[in-house]
């Protein structure tokens, strides 16, 4: 397996705690994915309708699923020159402020049907042979790498980007769980850190910083709902 030290190819120094390295983290999140498409009962429930409204449990997976196999490919492509911030990412995408019937959300779902139509057992292939081809591509990538995100015609540094797929990752693994009634497996902190905050600095542009301190500390003051979507 190629070597993913923070060290290989930045030349930044692994001591420094201001070194950042996802890269290993998306390998850990996309164990995590292939732990959760491998189920029994998610191959059971492939056509029932999820939790989620609109989405059957076959789309949903097969829309977690893609996160890996799309980073491959994008992480494959050629750099870009357009780099935002992952946060002005979500102010800009489509998704995030449009209705569930809007054509985006619907274009989302559409895919995760098509890629459900073959079977659990093709989406849980693609998944695996996209982890058994990830070290190699990941381990190729500097920490300035610009990648291109084709839909949206902007781009984003590699570990904002990859942050963004872990989110995906970590949200709709927590779906599938709700929707089969299984407790998800754990995810290690450098997974669950990087997302963790992500939303919480979504949350707090949506809701502001009083209504999520609450939420997080003080159950008699909280808000009913806190989303960063």
Known sequence: MPDLDPTAPDGTDATDATVRDLRPAFLAATDHVIAIVSRDDVAAAWHRPSALPEWSVGGLVAHLASQPV??????????????????????????????????????????????????RDAVLA??????????????????????????????LRRDEFLTGRMMEVVVHGEDVAASLGFESPALPEEVLGPVMALLTRLSVRRHGQGAVVSALSRAERAPRTISAF
């Open 126 to 155: 693609r998944v695996v042979a996209a982890r058994a081809e990830l070290p190699e591509v990941l381990a190729e990538q500097r920490a300035d790498r610009a990648v291109l995100i084709p839909w949206t015609g902007w781009a």
């Open 70 to 119: 799309t980073a491959l490919a994008l992480l494959r492509a050629e750099p870009a020159t357009q780099v935002i911030t992952l946060d002005e990412h979500y102010a800009r995408s489509a998704w995030v402020s449009v209705g569930l019937d809007d054509d985006v959300n619907v274009a989302i779902r559409s895919g995760g049907d098509e890629q459900a139509e073959a079977g």
